[in-house]
């Protein structure tokens, strides 16, 4: 796999710059040309090596990759039309083949790598090795399933095993060693540990391992670890300004095109489900504090009360399952957006009467009022539907990791998987 991403890195810009040109040029080619083509694969890969990018332990994280490969292209583009300037007195680029090329490449470079990983998992011999050094924390199935997809196989280790733990280990030669321990370590367990590392055996702790592999948050069930409180942080000016930018496109674009769709539910609502057309509900918002959150009201009025929604409810009303897969019933949150109690995108709205009682029994719940809640966000693209107290401490875990790790990368990453839940109907 990172041959085969040194390759492509290294002759895409070529290929795609050939064919950019015999589309759109008009004139002749030319020399500036044989350099451009050669240089960009070259430097492109090189910059992509240097940070790690063929590395078996390089960051596997969409949003990490996404940030990577278009940060490093138009940092190579511009540094090798510098260095052709210098070079080179007179540059004959045609200037659409170029723009075309500079835009278009970086595309291209993340679908066909995307392509090859999706492919190659059907195929691959070669998995990636983890001994599980203890039993503290129980994986659940959905875990399970996410680390499958990425290759990741689990070996499991006891300190009550017989025979001494550094030989036993080392007879699966693992990739990494994840320390999963019910207990604090002795010293001589240390001792071995170190040996284990100078052996080339990565180590990697608990929390560590949930961030880089499953992309969430550990949250520890007795409360005692208050890194939370100073790893987690609200957004910085920045970053907020940024979300809102992000926000106003929403209202505006997501607006235009979905008024028709949204007159639509509205007569749907009417025929099926005689009643008020939206419905309004206390949530959590900034900093604790409550605001009114607006719904197409998908279930039947004066149904009866579970703050659960189990599948197939009976309080759903045919055109309210519809509204439900396609997310249709969260378009006029939209006017929450527009009214600064939400963002497009960030940790999922709560029912205050909920609330509540998650902050009694989830260490840490009250974090995730560090930052506006979103009409979508990363909980809700990369969980499935939770209808307990253990499936919100989950999601909690995903939340947190949203906002602790923030950038516009991870923003569009989260946009791209709401496309793909809403299209796949896999709405909540």
């Not at 499991?156 to 060693?177: A, C, H, R, W």
């Not at 080339?200 to 005692?224: A, N, Q, S, W």
């Not at 505006?252 to 057309?277: D, E, H, R, W």
Request: glycine share 6%; net charge positive; with cysteine.
């Amino acid at each position: 796999m990172p041959f085969t991403y040194a390759l492509v890195d290294l002759c895409t810009p070529a290929i795609l710059l050939l064919l950019s040109f015999g589309l759109f040029s008009q004139g002749a080619w030319s020399h500036e040309y044989n350099w451009m083509m050669l240089l960009s694969g070259v430097f492109y890969a090189t910059c992509i090596g240097v940070q790690g990018g063929y590395s078996r332990y390089n960051n596997r994280s969409f949003s990490d990759r996404l940030a990577i490969t278009f940060k490093t292209w138009f940092f190579n583009v511009f540094f090798l039309l510098v260095l052709l300037f210098i070079y080179l007195s007179e540059l004959d680029f045609d200037r659409i083949v170029t723009a075309i090329w500079v835009v278009f490449t970086p595309f291209f470079i993340m679908a066909i790598k995307l392509a090859i990983q999706h492919y190659s998992r059907r195929y691959a011999q070669t998995k990636i090795q983890v001994a599980v050094l203890g039993r503290h924390y129980e994986f659940n199935e959905f875990e399970y399933a996410m680390l499958e997809q990425q290759g990741v196989e689990l070996t499991y280790f006891s300190l009550k095993d017989q025979g001494d733990i550094e030989t036993n280990i080392m007879k699966v030669s693992p990739d990494y060693l994840l320390l999963n321990l019910e207990a604090p370590a002795t010293n001589q367990l240390i001792k071995e540990l170190t040996h284990l590392d100078l052996k080339g055996v990565r180590l990697i702790v608990l929390h560590r391992f949930m961030e880089t592999f499953l992309r969430k948050c550990y949250i520890p069930y007795d409360g005692e670890d208050l890194s939370y409180l100073e790893k987690v942080r609200p957004y910085t000016l920045r970053n907020f300004i940024l979300k809102r930018a992000i926000d106003w496109l929403a209202i505006i674009g997501i607006g235009v095109l979905c008024s028709p769709l949204m007159l639509y539910a509205v007569l749907k609502i009417k025929l099926q489900s005689p009643g008020s057309t939206l419905f309004t509900q206390s949530r959590v918002g900034l900093g604790g504090k409550n605001f009114t959150a607006i719904k197409f009201r998908s279930m039947h009025e004066n149904a009866h009360f579970n703050p659960y929604t189990q599948k197939e409810d009976p309080r759903i009303f045919p055109f309210g399952h519809v509204m439900r897969k396609f997310r249709i019933d969260e378009l006029p949150q939209l006017w929450n957006v527009l009214r600064k109690d939400m963002h497009l995108v960030g940790p999922r709205t709560e029912w205050d009467i909920l609330v509540e009682n998650y902050e009694k029994e989830i260490p840490y719940y009250h974090e995730r009022h560090l930052v506006r809640p979103g009409i979508s966000g990363w909980a809700q693209v990369c969980y499935p539907y939770g209808a307990n107290l253990e499936d919100a401490r989950q999601k909690l875990m995903y939340d947190l990791y949203y906002i602790k790790h923030w950038s516009i990368w991870l923003e569009m990453e989260t946009l791209l998987r709401t496309v793909v839940v809403v299209l796949g109907r896999k709405g909540l």
